[in-house]
């Protein structure tokens, strides 16, 4: 047996914990930019409540509320401008997955010259990158825990990451008080990608036994603890172990890397915008129908941790995707069916057969 493994963020998780980010980001620099979604975080009132404890801590706040669902490489740029513009010495990422990558992004191009296309598909290195502090609020991503940021490409519709140890955050704050703004069907589409992560990445050509046994654990959770949350009869220990799940599928997939599942949804929401959650949902089901004989083993433990034949409990939460409609394999497997379609076109446009995207493992 020989395996590596390395996480170097530090991870503060429970309730309030967000409390401790003005002293934390003090120890990092004096003017933070905070990148963060149009209006989520200010109607929820975390980013007010965040300007307050960093001014308390006598670090000044900058405001990019431009970062949109699936970001964009040109609002990177934006953004980057905008801090060197500042002289912003540290970066805060506060939001879902897509406000966190972007943060990474705008940190790394606050330092490195030129476009960042250049850094994700021209083999241009970077030579270093402003601090990043992470403050999620959905509980899906898992990229509060590793130097992934998924980006598209406005142009070619490419949507591809940057990646590299440059872009781990410092310090990561996992408040599971955070999450429960989300609304229902937010809730249920990041759920799944948490799940994806940790199904995928129990199933990568990569995984070793640290990540075997924090997906396990991960899956386990999200089965026991997402239905219930998503119904509304979530506990608080309900609300902590699907935020957990959550951060364990972020460093799983920092090691063992993702499968088909996001290495398909990729061009799908590059191209055409779909919820990240939402296609995988679609795209699940039929590629575990046709792949499980390839490692029965796993496929089979992941099986008896989401009820095996005992409930329909993936069932239920691809449902969950869907809401408004009855689910049934007919119609799991008519959605799946265009979602292919639309991969399979994007491919084609994009000259992708064969290439895999970076940081995936493919099943």
């Not at 929401?269 to 490692?295: C, D, E, I, Q, W």
């Not at 994009?350 to 895999?356: I, K, P, Q």
Request: one cysteine or more; charged letters at 15%; hydrophobic letters at 40%.
């Amino acid at each position: 047996m020989e395996f590596s493994y390395f996480m170097p963020v530090r991870l503060l998780f429970g309730a309030n914990v967000i409390d401790q980010l003005g002293a934390t980001a003090k120890s990092y620099g004096t003017h933070a930019l905070i990148v963060t979604g149009r209006s989520s975080t200010k109607r929820s009132g975390l980013l007010d409540r965040s300007i307050a404890l960093l001014e308390a801590a006598g670090v000044r706040a900058t405001v990019f509320n431009k970062v949109e669902p699936n970001p964009l490489t040109t609002t990177v740029m934006e953004g980057a401008a905008l801090a060197r513009e500042q002289g912003c010495d540290l970066v805060i990422g506060m939001g879902g997955g897509s406000m966190m990558d972007a943060a990474k992004a705008v940190a790394f191009c606050a330092v490195n010259g030129g476009d960042v296309n250049d850094y994700i598909s021209g083999g241009k290195q970077g030579t270093g990158c402003l601090p990043i502090l992470e403050v999620p609020t959905t509980c899906g991503t898992g990229s509060e825990a590793n130097p992934f940021a998924v980006l598209t490409n406005p142009e070619t519709k490419d949507k591809k990451s940057l990646w590299g140890d440059l872009i781990y955050p410092k310090v990561s704050f996992i408040d599971p008080e955070l999450m429960k703004t989300m609304p229902k069907e937010v809730l249920a589409s990041v759920g799944f990608d948490a799940l994806s992560h940790n199904m995928e990445g129990y199933l990568a050509t990569r995984s070793q036994p640290i990540t075997d046994q924090l997906a396990l654990h991960a899956i386990r959770l999200t089965a026991g603890s997402l239905p219930k949350v998503y119904r509304g009869e979530g506990t608080q220990e309900d609300w902590e172990n699907i935020t957990l799940a959550s951060l364990l599928g972020g460093i799983v997939i920092n090691t063992a890397g993702v499968g088909g599942g996001h290495g398909m949804e990729h061009p799908v929401s590059g191209m055409y915008n779909v919820v990240h959650g939402k296609g995988l949902a679609a795209l699940t089901p039929p590629l575990f129908r046709h792949s499980y004989n390839t490692k029965p083993e796993r496929y089979a433990a992941i099986s008896r941790l989401l009820g095996g034949g005992k409930s329909l409990l993936l069932g239920d939460l691809i449902e969950m995707q869907f809401m408004g409609t009855t689910y049934n394999p007919w119609l799991g497997s008519a959605i799946a069916l265009v979602m292919m379609v639309i991969v399979l076109v994007c491919m084609a446009i994009m000259n992708r057969f064969g290439e895999g995207e970076e940081g995936v493992s493919f099943l």
